[in-house]
């Protein structure tokens, strides 16, 4: 029941903070007319204690608990922290490392910050998932530093086939929300814009 009043609260302030309407062009360079940009979520602090019960949850129904959660730096960056924070008052201990998209040229050189032990189980997490290209990246990593993957995590799937790919590579693939939970609210907020512009211009200057 806690589990489904998070998920909405988040739903709802994901639709106030995050969705994005109108031509945009993704990171895999394809054209979209909706836009998840989630770091406006998970960087506010409504937002970060959400996204930590959230995924904590569906990391606590695995069947094998992870040590560490992980995932490609940035988009994985916020989520990371606000789970392993809401893990440690419920007195679960949770590491957090992250996946740079390169080594590192200078000091340590690391390609993965606090890695866990090899053979450690863990749980990457990413924002949005289109292509999957950025997940793919973190799965690498973690497998390079011969961590066990139990699951991946993902705030938002897209539906434009990363999720395929992911399942390529993982047993478990748990996204919070596909785009088909949104379908309603993006065309909600279109009837809105279309009445808007369609209004007479005097009763638009007046409003």
């Not at 973190?138 to 938002?156: F, N, P, Q, S, W």
Request: with cysteine; net charge neutral; charged share 25%.
């Amino acid at each position: 029941m806690k589990n489904d009043r998070t998920k909405a609260a988040l739903k709802s302030l994901l639709v106030e903070r995050s969705l994005v309407l109108g031509p945009i062009t993704l990171s895999n360079g394809s054209e979209s007319n909706h836009y998840f940009n989630c770091k406006n979520t998970t960087l506010s602090s409504e937002g970060a204690s959400l996204v930590g019960d959230a995924v904590l949850d569906e990391i606590q129904n695995l069947p094998e608990r992870p040590t560490a959660i992980g995932g490609l730096t940035h988009g994985a960056d916020p989520i990371i922290g606000a789970v392993m924070m809401r893990a440690r008052e419920q007195g679960i201990k949770l590491d957090g490392f992250y996946v740079r998209k390169e080594p590192k040229k200078h000091g340590t050189k690391n390609f993965i910050e606090n890695a866990p032990i090899p053979g450690a189980g863990v749980v990457i997490v990413d924002d949005v998932v289109t292509s999957g290209s950025s997940v793919l990246q973190a799965i690498e990593g973690a497998k390079r530093a011969e961590c066990r993957i139990l699951a991946v995590i993902t705030i938002v799937d897209r539906l434009e086939g990363g999720a395929d790919k992911i399942k390529a590579q993982v047993s478990r693939y748990i996204p919070l929300y596909t785009l088909d939970d949104f379908r309603a609210e993006i065309e909600h907020i279109k009837c809105q814009e279309n009445t808007t512009n369609s209004a007479p211009l005097l009763a638009r200057a007046s409003m």
